[in-house]
């Protein structure tokens, strides 16, 4: 009978000590090569991603049918992936040549030129914006491939240097980065309608979220939220969570390179971490990917692009490497810290067989007593 409550006892203390189940950690999982033949060039229209070559792509966004558009800056081409993996361009015809206003009837996004298309963003009702920082345009590509221009000098109040990020609300607001300037400025739709410009210290990235907030990107790498008019800084919170403080604090827990919104949370690059990060509307942050140093490197540039449909995968936009990875979201639903996710689940589990254990136990005794 000892023998068997030794043994009793040691299977509890192993599961008081078990690790959790394999999804409450965060990831393991290798990136997934999707577009990039690993140079820096121009080729592959027509066929595998994989083997077409980029050159220095700077953004990326998800369309509801899974179409991953892609801003080849170098190439001066938006170019998309179809869920077959075949690669094509939408926009651009390689040359800088921009076109002359206003734009000749019927124009299509591959009969034009763009100088330096670094920023892109798709509206609900499947436009793609294309943000072309060498002449401060924005043109709006319709999904049956006409373009036409959405902002140009004259309606943003005069030139901007670099338009490197752009968002679209729910309700069709337009929103671009003025870094030089400091500002956001929002286009709400509809012909005639006047910008409004809200102050924002070097904003460099732009996302909007299902509820219509803005998330900004600074390039001191702040993480801020426009929300109702108003700008706040993300901090953290107790519990290692997340919170909104308008006094705008000038330091930001969050190293934040790159943002993006999906359908189950706010989406950002960590650079001080090596990981993408999620920002849970309760409040709560998970680490859904790591960074590993093969194939990211130390600290490139990157930029994240994350789906409609909830977890995931994400898109990471390699910009030094001219590359394109997927990778799974990992982490299962809010969590105050991923690290202590596994406790969690490594007491309530051990916990419950303990339980049984020591009932287990005390029915034996019981029994040879009798």
């Known amino acids: 009978m000892r023998k068997r409550a030794a043994a009793l006892a040691t299977l509890a203390a192993l599961a008081l000590g078990a690790p959790g189940p394999a999804f409450a950690q965060p990831g393991g999982a290798a990136p997934t090569l999707v577009a990039g033949a690993g140079r820096a060039a121009f080729s592959?229209?027509?066929?595998?991603?994989?083997?077409?070559?980029?050159?220095?792509?700077?953004?990326?966004?998800?369309?509801?049918?899974?179409?991953?558009?892609?801003?080849?800056?170098?190439?001066?081409?938006?170019?998309?992936?179809?869920?077959?993996?075949?690669?094509?361009?939408?926009?651009?015809?390689?040359?800088?040549?921009?076109?002359?206003?206003?734009?000749?009837?019927?124009?299509?996004?591959?009969?034009?030129?763009?100088g330096s298309p670094n920023a892109i963003a798709l509206a609900g009702d499947g436009t793609?914006?294309?943000?072309?920082?060498?002449?401060?345009?924005?043109?709006?590509?319709?999904?049956?491939?006409?373009?036409?221009?959405?902002?140009?000098?004259?309606?943003?109040?005069?030139?901007?240097?670099?338009?490197n990020g752009l968002a679209v609300t729910g309700d069709g607001v337009l929103c671009l980065t003025d870094r030089e300037n400091n500002r956001i400025v929002e286009l709400p739709p509809g012909a005639g309608s006047r910008p409004v410009s809200?102050?924002?210290?070097?904003?460099?990235?732009?996302?909007?979220?299902?509820?219509?907030?803005v998330w900004i990107v600074s390039a001191s790498s702040m993480l801020s939220r426009l929300h109702g008019g108003r700008v706040a800084t993300i901090v953290e919170s107790a519990g290692a969570g997340w919170r909104a403080d308008e006094a705008r604090p000038n330091a930001s827990p969050f190293g934040a390179i790159a943002v993006s919104a999906g359908a189950d949370g706010v989406y950002l690059v960590d650079?001080?971490?090596?990981?993408?990060?999620?920002?849970?509307?309760?409040?709560?942050?998970?680490?859904?990917?790591?960074?590993?140093?093969?194939?990211?490197?130390?600290?490139?540039?990157?930029?994240?692009?994350?789906?409609?449909?909830?977890?995931?995968?994400?898109?990471?936009?390699?910009?030094?490497?001219?590359?394109?990875?997927s990778t799974p979201v990992t982490a299962s639903g809010p969590a105050g810290d991923e690290e202590a996710a596994g406790p969690m689940w490594r007491w309530a589990a051990g916990g419950a067989l303990a339980i049984v254990l020591v009932a287990l136990l005390i029915w034996i005794v019981r029994r040879r007593r009798a």
């Open 128 to 163: 793609l914006f294309i943000a072309d920082s060498t002449v401060s345009r924005v043109y709006a590509l319709a999904p049956d491939g006409a373009v036409t221009v959405r902002a140009d000098p004259g309606v943003l109040g005069g030139p901007i240097n670099t338009i």
């Open 198 to 213: 809200t102050p924002v210290g070097l904003p460099v990235g732009l996302a909007a979220d299902a509820s219509g907030d």
């Open 44 to 114: 592959g229209d027509g066929g595998p991603a994989t083997e077409a070559a980029l050159n220095k792509p700077t953004a990326a966004v998800v369309g509801a049918d899974g179409t991953l558009y892609v801003a080849d800056m170098v190439n001066r081409r938006v170019r998309a992936i179809g869920r077959d993996g075949v690669i094509r361009t939408v926009a651009g015809n390689g040359t800088s040549t921009v076109p002359k206003l206003p734009l000749t009837p019927g124009a299509t996004g591959i009969g034009i030129g763009l």
């Open 271 to 325: 650079n001080a971490r090596r990981a993408v990060r999620r920002l849970h509307a309760d409040g709560t942050v998970s680490t859904v990917a790591d960074l590993p140093a093969d194939p990211f490197g130390a600290r490139d540039p990157l930029a994240v692009a994350a789906g409609a449909a909830p977890a995931g995968p994400l898109y990471l936009v390699d910009t030094v490497g001219s590359r394109i990875f």
